[in-house]
Nanobody
Framework: QLHLVESGGDLVQPGGSLRLSCAASGVPLDNYNIGWFRQAPGKEREGISFISRRGGTIYYRDSVKGRFTISRENAKNMVYLQLNSLKPEDTGIYYC????????????????????WGQGTQVTVSS
């Protein structure tokens, strides 16, 4: 069974950067497409980025386009999310999730389409 663990969350000032990691174990990661989600305090979870199994298809939510970059290293069973130009509204718990489905841009945020989830890592953007 696939097991996902996120790391890299921290307290950072507005304009700062973070690199989140999603480490997979149990099953080769290249069997899965990966999505990153976040949940801000008092808000619903939202999908913010998606990368296909080989990295050929990538999507971003409009609010993070140009600031966040998703990537993966299948040989290391790792997926990353680089967060740049962070804003206070980026605050939340960030989760990675694995899907056997190659999702469309309109569906990357559909939680039921994902099979396995990590426990999340906290990102706080504040001065």
């Amino acid at each position: 069974q696939l097991h996902l663990v996120e790391s890299g969350g921290d307290l950072v000032q507005p304009g700062g950067s973070l690199r989140l990691s999603c480490a997979a174990s149990g099953v080769p990661l290249d069997n899965y497409n990966i999505g990153w989600f976040r949940q801000a305090p008092g808000k619903e979870r939202e999908g913010i980025s998606f990368i296909s199994r080989r990295g050929g298809t990538i999507y971003y939510r409009d609010s993070v386009k140009g600031r966040f970059t998703i990537s993966r290293e299948n040989a290391k069973n790792m997926v990353y999310l680089q967060l740049n130009s962070l804003k206070p509204e980026d605050t939340g718990i960030y989760y990675c999730a694995a899907s056997v489905h190659l999702l469309s841009e309109a569906t990357i945020g559909l939680g039921p389409m994902y099979d396995d989830w990590g426990q999340g890592t906290q990102v706080t953007v504040s001065s």
